[in-house]
């Protein structure tokens, strides 16, 4: 959280001193703006003082007034002028540094959630990286039982095979009829490649 804050008061901070190039606005804080005000006030405050304020004038009746009280009114109100320009440069940098404060926050936020969706996707790749090596070591497995049962049948047919010609040597060997030796030899045959 600290560092989140000090990303944005550096943001922050690089606002400022990039709209602080204007030599006016380090000195005075105004923006172009606020100067375009303090300026308008500026003029209005000089029509003033070179035309007649002996007077002040409302509606239909008029107040006579020193004109040393004259200058001083207007120099207060030039006074108030310039403070309010520079209130409300103030207040529209203060919105736009609230601004980007609040966009930092969006794209931080954003940020976050993209992490925790590439971290999401990480876990389901991980997953069905691990479920396809199941999968494959259950197909290995299935493979290789199939492969026992064919080697077990192989030597089974092999156990019947020997077991045959066992049988027809005994025979040959107890009883060396002509029948016991034509089916030895067939036997032969067959096993002979």
Same mark, same amino acid.
């Given at each position: 959280?600290?560092?989140? &804050?000090?990303?944005?008061?550096?943001?922050? !901070?690089?606002?400022?001193?990039?709209?602080?190039?204007?030599?006016?606005?380090?000195?005075?804080?105004? =923006?172009? !703006?606020?100067?375009?005000?303090a300026s308008s006030g500026l003029v209005i405050g000089f029509i003033a003082l070179y035309s007649s304020y002996d007077h002040v004038q409302?509606?239909?009746?008029?107040?006579?007034?020193? !004109?040393?009280?004259?200058?001083?009114?207007?120099?207060?109100?030039?006074?108030? &002028?310039?403070? =309010?320009?520079?209130?409300? #440069?103030?207040?529209?940098?203060?919105?736009?540094?609230?601004?980007?404060r609040e966009?930092?926050?969006?794209? !931080?936020?954003?940020n976050r959630t993209d992490q925790e969706r590439y971290r999401a996707d990480q876990e389901r790749y991980r #997953? =069905?990286?691990?479920?396809?090596?199941?999968?494959?070591?259950?197909?290995q497995a299935a493979e290789a039982r199939e492969c026992q049962a064919e080697a077990t049948e192989l030597q089974r047919q092999g156990? #019947?095979?020997?077991r045959g010609a066992a049988l027809l040597n005994a025979r040959y060997q107890l009883d060396p009829s002509e029948l016991n030796r034509s089916r030895l030899k067939a036997f032969l045959a067959l096993l002979a490649p």
């Open positions: 959280m600290a560092l989140e &804050v000090a990303d944005i008061d550096q943001s922050a !901070q690089a606002l400022f001193e990039q709209e602080s190039k204007d030599r006016l606005r380090r000195l005075f804080g105004f =923006d172009k !703006q606020a100067l375009i005000q409302f509606f239909n009746s008029s107040i006579k007034i020193n !004109q040393q009280w004259g200058v001083w009114l207007i120099a207060a109100s030039l006074a108030l &002028v310039f403070i =309010d320009a520079q209130l409300a #440069a103030r207040s529209r940098l203060r919105t736009a540094l609230e601004a980007n966009r930092n926050r969006t794209n !931080q936020e954003r #997953a =069905d990286q691990e479920r396809n090596r199941t999968d494959q070591e259950r197909n156990i #019947a095979v020997l």
